[in-house]
């Protein structure tokens, strides 16, 4: 399975590589890795501590016209889904199959979670989205 590939990679601010990589830079690796598409760099923020600029930018990747909203039990491989922390969307993950999604954590790093069954992330989630043309 593919998302094997991901699980050694360490958290890392603003990471974008296999040397380590923060939520979306884990999400850029796949889609470049897997699909060929180059998401956007999406580094303008302090840390993951930065949590109004994350969000503001995640709405405004998520806004644009290179995604659509999915509804919950509609989700496909490769999709993302996007979960609030402290009351802000801040993380994401990349769905792997029906429920289950690879996202990467500070003090964790990459690991694969059970999103709609799992405690700590199904209350937590805001939106499921799909790359491509509105």
């Known amino acids: ?3 094997n590939n991901y699980i050694s990679i ?7 590589d296999r ?3 923060d939520c979306w830079g884990l999400a850029r690796l796949i889609y470049k890795e897997q699909l060929g598409i180059d998401l956007p760099t999406l580094i303008d923020y302090d840390n993951i501590k930065d949590s109004h600029k994350i969000s503001e ?8 016209n290179n995604w659509v909203e999915v509804p919950q039990g509609q989700e496909k491989e ?3 889904v ?3 922390i402290l009351g802000l969307p ?3 993950g990349v769905v792997i199959n029906k429920n289950i999604a690879i996202h990467c954590e500070k003090g964790i790093g990459t690991h694969i ?7 700590q992330w199904n209350k937590r989630l805001v939106g499921i989205y799909r790359y491509g043309k509105k």
Do not use: N
């Open 1 to 3: 399975m593919w998302s």
């Open 10 to 16: 360490p958290f890392a601010d603003h990471g974008r």
């Open 19 to 21: 040397q380590g990589c």
């Open 57 to 64: 930018l995640y709405y405004k990747q998520y806004d644009s």
């Open 78 to 80: 490769f999709d993302i």
């Open 82 to 84: 996007v979960f609030k």
């Open 90 to 92: 801040t993380h994401i």
């Open 113 to 119: 979670t059970d999103f709609k069954h799992e405690f």
